[in-house]
């Protein structure tokens, strides 16, 4: 039994929504991924927007009412307990969850909300917290997503047979709890070790990120890195090659999860900004770390047909002059006072499927004041969409916050994207990356 505790007590209703719900259970004969017992009336907003994204189905319940589906739990994947008094409730959790495990069905307990906040897989902390039962440790709500789905994982892949023992009633309730602590234990102890395992993982990417941004006086960086999942398909880096020249870039591999994730990782050690010769070293021009990286690439002859796209950029600290490659990715985005949003335009095609692909670069003079922005396919519905005639436009709320600094505008980019709900098809890694050029820096 899964125990992350506390959780947000909701708003009380009336038991309609509850009786309904039980007899939609009953009545549609569908499988029912999850169902939430509550002594509530409803189920806090967070877990709510989980399941939908992770499109899985539910089904709220008074959890004095359980008698209502006690017949179909052949039709539950999972079960999920919300209760604010569980001293007063424990009988019947105990009846409950006794007839859940007999089911197979793996059950998780909230108790309440944590209000230490947890790092994420963002570059703030989450402020929707969960502990675990009986303890002060707080979790996420992608650790809690982990423990969802490794309970549908068992439930969905279990034989699911049950058979009446020949034994007198009253040694079956000794019985099936021997059974229920077994299986609590065993099942705990795996989903324990995935979550930690996914947690790991995530922290291990995040480790190839820049710890420090290569701010100055001259130029200002902000950035945005929010997985669609435990880990991401997305990753970006900012060097400062040498005293005058920085590089940087976002990729994306085409996917997420683990598989693009591990390709991530490649990516990050096969682009190379320049070479090193004896005592020398050259810079490489943007085309020529894109087309090193898709040789590379196209050279693994990767599993899955997995592709990714880049953006390459070579800034110059000195001369202000910005240059440029790309590999099927968003365009650049020139943000420059007093002119229309600009799109840096180049071609060059996806990374990993012709090995003798060529790519070309351009050089746009910046300005004092002139921002830049770089981001994947995740974050373009933040910033614009484009028209049936394939043209790029700019959304009004971009528009809004193009004058701001190139902080305040990722700032609020990020903001956007952690209020708005999407439709689950929407859900995609998003990296957004930003510099502005200081308008005190003088253009020598």
């Not at 969905?156 to 709890?177: E, F, G, Q």
């Not at 400062?240 to 990729?251: C, L, M």
Request: hydrophobic residues 40%; charged residues 25%; neutral net charge.
């Amino acid at each position: 039994m899964f125990v992350p505790g506390p959780i947000i007590r909701p708003k009380k209703v009336d038991g309609m929504e509850s009786a309904e719900s039980s007899r939609a259970i009953e009545l549609s004969g569908r499988f029912t991924d999850v169902l939430y017992l509550t002594d509530e009336g409803s189920m806090p907003a967070e877990i709510k927007r989980l399941l939908r994204l992770r499109k899985l189905s539910s089904h709220l319940l008074a959890i004095d009412r359980f008698w209502e589906v006690q017949d179909r739990l052949d039709l539950i994947g999972t079960a999920v307990i919300d209760v604010k008094d569980l001293a007063a409730s424990q009988q019947q959790l105990t009846r409950i969850i006794e007839s859940l495990e007999k089911e197979r069905i793996g059950v998780i307990l909230l108790t309440g909300r944590m209000t230490v906040p947890v790092r994420s897989f963002s570059l703030t902390p989450v402020k929707t917290s969960f502990s675990m039962s009986a303890t002060t440790q707080a979790v996420s709500i992608e650790e809690l997503w982990a423990k969802v789905s490794v309970n549908l994982a068992y439930r969905k892949t279990s034989p699911n047979l049950v058979v009446k023992p020949a034994i007198p009633p009253k040694h079956v309730h000794a019985i099936y709890r021997n059974k229920l602590a077994e299986q609590l234990n065993m099942t705990k102890a795996l989903a324990d070790n995935l979550a930690e395992q996914l947690r790991l993982a995530g922290l291990v990417q995040q480790d190839f990120l820049p710890t420090r941004l290569p701010n100055s006086d001259q130029v200002r960086w902000a950035t945005i890195f929010l997985p669609a999942e435990w880990v991401s398909g997305d990753i970006y880096d900012v060097v400062r090659i040498d005293e005058q020249h920085i590089g940087f870039y976002v990729a994306d591999v085409v996917g997420h999860g683990m598989p693009a994730a591990l390709l991530t990782i490649f990516l990050k050690q096969a682009l190379v900004m320049r070479e090193t010769v004896g005592n020398n070293y050259r810079l490489f021009s943007p085309a020529e770390v894109v087309k090193n990286l898709n040789v590379r690439m196209a050279a693994q002859k990767l599993s899955g047909y997995q592709f990714a796209t880049c953006c390459y950029c070579l800034l110059n600290t000195k001369t202000l002059q910005l240059t440029y490659a790309r590999a099927g990715h968003p365009y650049p985005i020139l943000i420059r006072s007093g002119q229309p949003l600009e799109q840096l335009e180049v071609r060059g095609s996806l990374l990993g499927i012709f090995e003798q692909a060529e790519y070309i670069q351009q050089t746009v003079q910046l300005q004092p004041g002139d921002k830049l922005l770089l981001y994947s396919d995740g974050a373009e519905p933040f910033i614009g969409r484009f028209d049936e005639k394939g043209r790029f436009n700019f959304g009004d709320e971009f528009h809004k916050i193009r004058d701001l600094s190139i902080v305040e505008i990722v700032d609020a980019l990020n903001a956007r994207v952690q209020s708005q709900e999407l439709e689950p098809a929407e859900v995609d890694d998003i990296t957004v990356m930003g510099l502005e050029i200081r308008a005190n820096t003088p253009n020598s």
